[in-house]
């Protein structure tokens, strides 16, 4: 079956879970590790002819833009991961639509080509912020990837659907981040620390689980800052957030070739889906 790869392009210093004590005003002054990172993950790409969606921060383009040709070169997506990396319902939806179309419209003068397809910091669109998806489909955005349907302190809509739905009343299709099902209850499995945290034996059981048993594809995402284990480290961060960030960041590059080698990956769809009321 094939699965959906995404790429959350952004740099370790960007993450909220830091945003306490690295203000985006610092960010041009702290050692940046994207570029290698992310030619690593292009060249692991390249070696398993596997193509993907690549989320890019505006910033990181802004800085970087050769980066974002190197990505499109090699034959992957472009989408929108907002300029600065706020978190969505703490911006007014005038703020938000600022970053959004500067974010967007620097893509697209990057690339020559629309950017239709958007993937919130921090998984952003909570029942808070889901005006954010009326902004997304007047900018011309057709494709969204940014609800997490767990609860969670920092994102989630818990009881949002579970796999690729279009929303009943927006021209817009929602790509959730996968969960699995074990006793009734939903398990993120599908990137990021969960990859992380998680062997990979129980990932793998549960990403098969939802080819095999619910015959649907998941959405995996991965950022580059997770493949670099000897990168800076925030000292005076809250527990909670090193244990986030930190944990089994040496497991990840060889987890994730596992990973290419053990299912079918590929870039988000254009193609519609059924529309689904609920949100």
Known sequence: MQN??????EDYFHVAAFSDIVSSGQWSGMES???ANLRTILSLLKKHDVRA?????????????QLVLDIMADGHDIGCHSYWHRKIYELTP??????????????????????????????????????????????????????????????????APRFPYKFN???MTEFPISTAVFFGRKIPVSGGGYFRIFPYWFTKLALKRINNKEMQPFVFYLHPWEIDHTQPRFRQ???????????????TMQRFERLLNDFRLGPLPASRVATISGI
């Open 169 to 171: 009343d927006r021209e």
């Open 4 to 9: 959906y790869l995404t790429i959350d392009v």
């Open 237 to 251: 961060a809250r527990l909670r957030s090193k244990l986030r960030h930190y944990i089994n960041l040496d497991k």
């Open 53 to 65: 969606t690549f989320f890019v921060l505006g910033w990181i383009a802004d800085k970087y833009p």
């Open 94 to 159: 005038a703020e938000f639509r600022a970053d959004t179309l500067k974010a967007k419209s620097l893509l697209e003068k990057i690339c020559n080509r629309e950017i239709t397809a958007y993937r919130a910091p921090s998984y952003s669109i909570t029942a808070q912020s889901l005006w954010a998806l009326d902004i997304l489909a007047e900018t011309g955005f057709t494709t969204d990837s940014s609800i997490f349907p767990i609860r969670h302190d920092v994102y989630g809509i818990p009881d």
């Open 33 to 35: 590790r994207v570029t």
